[in-house]
C-alpha cells in the first residue's frame, strides 16, 4: 500500500528540529550516488523539473521528484514526491512536493544561514541603518541593535516564510526588514511573523537595515550589487535556482565568500553560472564547512549561501514525514 500524504497531513506531522538534524546529517555524508536535476521549458509560462535520485546513507529510502514550476499560479509550484523503499523499489508514499520543496529548502537555507551569518552577539554593535529610526520615520543613521538579530527579508512569499521559521529555531530573531514588490504583500507577511519590523521599498533598503539577508524572488536581474555591502553582512538567495535567474550581481559574488550546495550545478543553472561566473567563484560547499573542512565565515567579510537544491533534501523531510504519518494517511494500492 502507498501513502498519500497531502500539504496538510505533512504540516501536522512536521518537526522542524527533526528535519533540520535530518539536514545536518545529509550535507555531512558523501552521496553514493551522483544526483540528477533535469529541466525542461514547457509550452507557455512553465518550467518542468526532475530531482533524482534522493539518497542519504543510513536512511533505507529513496525519493524521486516531478515538479511543474508556473510563476503564476499558486501555490507556483506543484508536484509530487515519490518515496520508494531502498531494498525493493516498493512506492511507500506520494507527498506534495509543494509543501516538501517549501520546507526543505526553506530548512536547508536556515542551516547554512546560521552557520555563515555567525552567533548573533549583543555585545558587538549593529553596523547597518537603525530599525527603529526607520519604523519613527527619522532620518537613517547607523548602530544601535545588536549584530546577527535583524534579518532582512526580499520577496514575501511562502519560501522566505519557511526559511524564517528555521531561523528562529536556530537564532534569536528579534526584528525583520521585509520588501516585495506588492507592499501589501509585505505588511501581510510582517504581520504574520509576530516579530517587531519595517516594511521597505527597496532591496537596497533592506541591506542597510539588516545583517542577515534572504532573497527569494524570481528575479531576473540583480536586486543586490557590491555597492550595497558592508563588512559582516550575510546574504543568502533562493531565487537564482533556475537558468536564467539573478538575485545577485556578479561583482558582488566576487567580492563575497560564497558558499554553495553544488559547484556544478551553482554554474549549470545558479547563482554564479547566470552572472557569468564559473565554480572558481564558489570558496566551499556547505558540506565542506559543516565538516570543518572549508572555514565558512572569517570575521568581518561578506559571507553568501547560493543554493539550486540537491535531491537528497528531498529525502530529509520526506522520511521523518512518513514515519509519523504512514498510519494515519490515506492509502492507495496502486496494483490493484
Same mark, same amino acid.
Given at each position: 500500500?502507498?501513502?498519500?500524504?497531502?500539504?496538510?497531513d505533512i504540516l501536522r506531522v512536521l518537526d522542524v528540529p527533526a528535519v533540520l538534524d535530518a539536514l545536518r546529517h545529509g550535507f555531512r555524508q558523501a552521496s553514493?550516488?551522483?544526483?540528477?536535476?533535469?529541466?525542461?521549458?514547457?509550452?507557455?509560462?512553465?518550467?518542468?523539473?526532475?530531482?533524482?535520485?534522493?539518497?542519504?546513507?543510513?536512511?533505507?529510502?529513496?525519493?524521486?521528484?516531478?515538479?511543474?514550476?508556473?510563476?503564476?499560479?499558486?501555490?507556483?509550484?506543484?508536484?509530487?514526491?515519490?518515496?520508494?523503499?531502498?531494498?525493493?523499489?516498493?512506492?511507500?508514499?506520494?507527498?506534495?512536493?509543494?509543501?516538501?520543496?517549501?520546507?526543505?529548502?526553506?530548512?536547508?537555507?536556515?542551516?547554512?544561514?546560521?552557520? *555563515?551569518?555567525? %552567533?548573533? @552577539?549583543?555585545?558587538?554593535?549593529?553596523?547597518? &541603518?537603525? #530599525?527603529? +529610526?526607520? /519604523?519613527? !520615520?527619522?532620518?537613517?543613521?547607523?548602530?544601535?541593535?545588536?549584530?546577527?538579530?535583524?534579518?532582512?527579508?526580499?520577496?514575501?512569499?511562502?519560501?522566505?516564510?519557511?526559511?524564517?521559521?528555521?531561523?528562529?529555531?536556530?537564532?534569536?530573531?528579534?526584528?525583520?526588514?521585509?520588501?516585495?514588490?506588492?507592499?501589501?504583500?509585505?505588511?501581510?507577511?510582517?504581520?504574520?511573523?509576530?516579530?517587531?519590523?519595517?516594511?521597505?521599498?527597496?532591496?537596497?533598503?533592506?541591506?542597510?537595515?539588516?545583517?542577515?539577508?534572504?532573497?527569494?524572488?524570481?528575479?531576473?536581474?540583480? *536586486?543586490?550589487? %557590491?555597492? @550595497?555591502?558592508?563588512?559582516?553582512?550575510?546574504? &543568502?538567495? #533562493?531565487? +537564482?535556482? /533556475?537558468? !536564467?535567474?539573478?538575485?545577485?550581481?556578479?561583482?558582488?559574488?566576487?567580492?563575497?565568500?560564497?558558499?554553495?550546495?553544488?559547484?556544478?550545478?551553482?554554474?549549470?543553472?545558479?547563482?554564479?553560472?547566470?552572472?557569468?561566473?564559473?565554480?572558481?567563484?564558489?570558496?566551499?560547499?556547505?558540506?565542506?564547512?559543516?565538516?570543518?573542512?572549508?572555514?565558512?565565515?572569517?570575521?568581518?567579510?561578506?559571507?553568501?549561501?547560493?543554493?539550486?537544491?540537491?535531491?537528497?533534501?528531498?529525502?530529509?523531510?520526506?522520511?521523518?514525514?512518513?514515519?509519523?504519518?504512514?498510519?494515519?494517511?490515506?492509502?492507495?494500492?496502486?496494483?490493484?
Amino acid at each position: 500500500m502507498t501513502v498519500l500524504l497531502t500539504r496538510s497531513d505533512i504540516l501536522r506531522v512536521l518537526d522542524v528540529p527533526a528535519v533540520l538534524d535530518a539536514l545536518r546529517h545529509g550535507f555531512r555524508q558523501a552521496s553514493p550516488v551522483e544526483p540528477l536535476r533535469i529541466r525542461t521549458e514547457l509550452p507557455g509560462p512553465g518550467t518542468a523539473t526532475a530531482l533524482l535520485p534522493g539518497l542519504i546513507p543510513g536512511i533505507p529510502a529513496y525519493t524521486v521528484k516531478v515538479n511543474a514550476k508556473f510563476p503564476g499560479a499558486t501555490p507556483a509550484l506543484r508536484g509530487v514526491v515519490c518515496l520508494h523503499d531502498l531494498t525493493d523499489g516498493t512506492l511507500l508514499a506520494l507527498l506534495d512536493s509543494a509543501t516538501i520543496t517549501a520546507w526543505r529548502t526553506g530548512l536547508a537555507a536556515a542551516l547554512a544561514t546560521d552557520l *555563515l551569518a555567525g %552567533a548573533p @552577539d549583543p555585545a558587538v554593535p549593529h553596523s547597518g &541603518t537603525d #530599525l527603529l +529610526a526607520v /519604523e519613527a !520615520g527619522a532620518a537613517p543613521r547607523l548602530g544601535g541593535t545588536d549584530r546577527g538579530a535583524t534579518v532582512g527579508v526580499i520577496g514575501a512569499g511562502a519560501q522566505a516564510e519557511m526559511t524564517l521559521a528555521g531561523l528562529a529555531a536556530l537564532r534569536p530573531v528579534r526584528r525583520l526588514v521585509v520588501h516585495d514588490r506588492d507592499p501589501e504583500h509585505a505588511t501581510r507577511f510582517l504581520a504574520r511573523q509576530g516579530i517587531p519590523g519595517v516594511v521597505v521599498d527597496s532591496p537596497q533598503a533592506v541591506a542597510a537595515a539588516a545583517d542577515v539577508v534572504v532573497a527569494a524572488t524570481w528575479s531576473r536581474e540583480a *536586486l543586490l550589487t %557590491a555597492a @550595497d555591502l558592508r563588512p559582516g553582512l550575510h546574504l &543568502t538567495t #533562493l531565487g +537564482a535556482d /533556475e537558468p !536564467g535567474k539573478v538575485e545577485w550581481s556578479a561583482d558582488l559574488l566576487t567580492a563575497a565568500r560564497v558558499v554553495v550546495d553544488d559547484r556544478a550545478l551553482a554554474v549549470q543553472m545558479g547563482a554564479l553560472g547566470n552572472v557569468g561566473l564559473t565554480a572558481d567563484a564558489a570558496h566551499a560547499t556547505l558540506s565542506e564547512v559543516l565538516t570543518g573542512a572549508v572555514a565558512g565565515r572569517r570575521a568581518d567579510e561578506v559571507t553568501v549561501y547560493a543554493p539550486v537544491g540537491l535531491p537528497w533534501q528531498d529525502l530529509a523531510i520526506a522520511w521523518p514525514v512518513f514515519q509519523a504519518a504512514q498510519h494515519n494517511g490515506q492509502t492507495i494500492d496502486l496494483l490493484s
